[in-house]
């Protein structure tokens, strides 16, 4: 079983930067594939970003690509996303998952363990 807890949420100016972070606990955490997803209201929830379990692969969605970058810290099981170049379509609620493998992809399906999520509002 795997725990995490998202961070970093908050209110930000189009064109401002955030820091996600993602807390995991657990058996293997530091072993396994993060991604990371929002859903904004009335839509559906989407890939954002994911990053393998040893850290040395990622995938990024096309509509962040350049602007946000995905990066973990095995030592304390945390992994972040660092979002610059903010506009108002990144509103949503962010939410990291885990899957139980070390290697990713970018559909919510092959993650096993989800967030609660941290909420980001981008304002124009």
């Known amino acids: 079983q795997v725990q995490l807890v998202e961070s970093g949420g908050g209110l930000v100016q189009a064109g401002g930067s955030l820091r996600l972070s993602c807390a995991a606990s657990?058996?293997?955490?530091?072993?396994?594939?993060i991604g990371w997803f929002r859903q904004a209201p009335g839509k559906e929830r989407e890939f954002v970003a994911a990053?393998?379990?040893?850290?040395?692969?990622?995938l990024y969605a096309d509509s962040v690509l350049g602007r946000f970058t995905i990066a973990r810290d095995n030592a304390t099981n945390t992994v972040y996303l660092q979002m610059n170049s903010l506009k108002s379509e990144d509103t949503g609620v962010y939410y990291c998952?885990?899957?139980?493998?070390?290697?990713?992809?970018?559909?919510?399906?092959?993650?096993?363990?989800w967030g609660q999520g941290t909420q980001v509002t981008v304002s124009s």
């Open positions: 998952a885990a899957a139980d493998r070390t290697y990713y992809t970018s559909s919510a399906n092959w993650y096993d363990y």
């Open positions: 990053i393998s379990g040893r850290g040395g692969a990622t």
């Open positions: 657990g058996r293997s955490s530091s072993t396994y594939a």
